[in-house]
């Protein structure tokens, strides 16, 4: 199995791999989402408190996840690229960032919708918005760094550090803000319920995250594919793609 | 250890002899507090109540306004290369560049604060406890903003870009740091905060020395 594993850490290798993945989890991740918003939003029943409204928990708790794990994706991939000097760790970081920072986006877009009818305010300082939103920050400035940097292996090395520097930071921040919150005021509102939900309603949130998972999966296949082509043109093997002699011709 | 202070003395020295830049970030730490009440309104209660957190975040801007210079004009005339080169450890050099780095932007606001927080009506409890937290507080900061500093090195527009990259990290010696006046005028007591305080400041000038070395040497590769 570790043979396989550094076979496909070759940009030459993984491109091949990622081209055949990604129809195929981009179509899964189709099928996942129609089957989890037919779940949440045909199957389960209104909440007994939130009525209708609380439906956009299918799909803010799964965004909110996403946002989270692909960050910590990003740290792993960084260590990886810092420690084993590999190409394709840094394209992995790069390739994710974008779909994070979007994730990040969507959760705090979605909470906001929420937020309005069930406390009647778009916003709160409370600990997880706020440190949802210093997450986005934080994604933002990983793909600032990058992209103002024009030498590749450059901007890769020290997105890899930025990366886990703020993986590391992303716990003091969380738990400084709830300190915050708590000395400031009382929370007012309370986004820990008691996880008594519904059987199906548990379900249309998982199918919606497992479709978020894949979507993710299918996405970073398809931009790694992209970074590959773009990095590698100089060689004989991405010349020699159909894809790219066929447009060349 | 020599070494050390060798950088230490020479970047205080060089420091010195370009007096404008040094105090170009104390006068905007200044002009910043004086335009809060000026934009808020006059009543003492108001400024009473926003001061510590106003002048946290003046000092904060400001020393991260300093920051472009720590690594900017070595970097320039070639002496960074030299450092990286040396047979130091290039940790323990950089720790020295930090601190010079913080006696000549940080401390000075530290000194400041108490001053501006007249302006605000603080009680004079309060303003020492502003003191002791920018003097716990701007040190990290310094850290933190030492690896933004390194990694942005002669990179296209890195002034604004250290501010996007550094400012996220900022928040929770902002939170403790603007806190501990807030705790200690409430009657809460701030020992919690000055010793969470302190509980960033010694990791950060454990580990972000170490950063920034792995920082300049991708920089410079």
């Known amino acids: 199995m570790t043979m396989r594993w550094f076979y496909y850490a070759a940009p030459q290798t993984f491109y091949g791999l990622a081209g055949r993945l990604w129809p195929w989890l981009a179509a899964l991740a189709l099928a996942l989402t129609l089957a989890g918003l037919w779940v949440g939003f045909a199957l389960a029943p209104a909440d007994a408190q939130q009525g209708e409204g609380y439906r956009i928990i299918f799909v803010h708790v799964p965004v909110s996840w996403m946002s989270m794990v692909i960050y910590l994706a990003m740290a792993f991939w960084a260590v990886l690229g810092l420690t084993f000097n590999t190409r394709l760790s840094g394209m992995m970081t790069r390739a994710l960032a974008p779909t994070g920072a979007m994730f990040a986006f969507l959760s705090l877009w979605t909470g906001a919708l929420w937020g309005k009818p069930m406390w009647g305010t778009w916003w709160v300082w409370d600990a997880r918005l706020t440190s949802e939103l210093i997450l986005f920050f934080l994604y933002l400035g990983y793909i600032a760094l990058t992209s103002a940097i024009d030498d590749v292996r450059r901007a890769d090395r020290a997105g890899a550090l930025i990366a886990i520097v703020g993986a590391i930071n992303v716990p003091i921040i969380y738990f400084s803000v709830k300190w915050w919150n708590t000395l400031h005021q009382g929370a007012s509102v309370s986004l820990t319920r008691s996880p008594s939900m519904a059987q199906l309603m548990l379900w249309g949130m998982l199918l919606m995250a497992l479709a978020m998972w894949v979507y993710t999966l299918a996405i970073v296949c398809y931009r790694v594919r992209t970074l590959i082509i773009e990095r590698e043109r100089h060689t004989d093997w991405v010349q020699a793609l159909p894809e790219v002699a066929g447009a060349k011709a | ?221």
């Open chain 2, 1 to 221: 250890m020599n070494a050390f202070f060798a950088v230490v003395a020479r970047d205080l020295r060089l420091a010195f002899r370009r007096k404008a830049e040094v105090l170009s970030g104390l006068f905007f730490f200044v002009v910043v507090a004086a335009l809060f009440p000026l934009a808020i309104g006059p009543e003492a209660v108001t400024l009473r109540h926003i001061g510590p957190g106003v002048l946290w975040v003046g000092a904060l801007l400001a020393s991260m306004l300093t920051l472009p210079r720590l690594f900017e004009n070595d970097w320039r005339d070639g002496s960074l290369e030299h450092l990286v080169l040396s047979p130091h450890p290039l940790g323990l050099l950089v720790l020295g560049k930090i601190l010079a780095h913080w006696l000549v932007s940080g401390l000075p606001l530290v000194a400041l604060a108490p001053l501006l927080g007249l302006q605000f009506d603080l009680p004079s409890d309060a303003l020492g406890m502003l003191a002791l937290s920018l003097l716990l507080g701007t040190p990290v900061l310094s850290c933190i903003g030492a690896i933004g500093a390194a990694l942005t090195l002669g990179v296209r527009g890195g002034g604004v870009l250290i501010a996007l990259l550094v400012l996220p990290l900022f928040v929770p010696v902002l939170v403790f740091g603007a806190g501990a006046v807030e705790a200690l005028s409430s009657g809460l007591g701030a020992q919690a905060h000055v010793s969470i305080l302190l509980a960033m400041l010694l990791p950060a000038v454990f580990f972000s020395p170490w950063a920034c070395s792995a920082a300049l040497r991708i920089a410079l590769e």
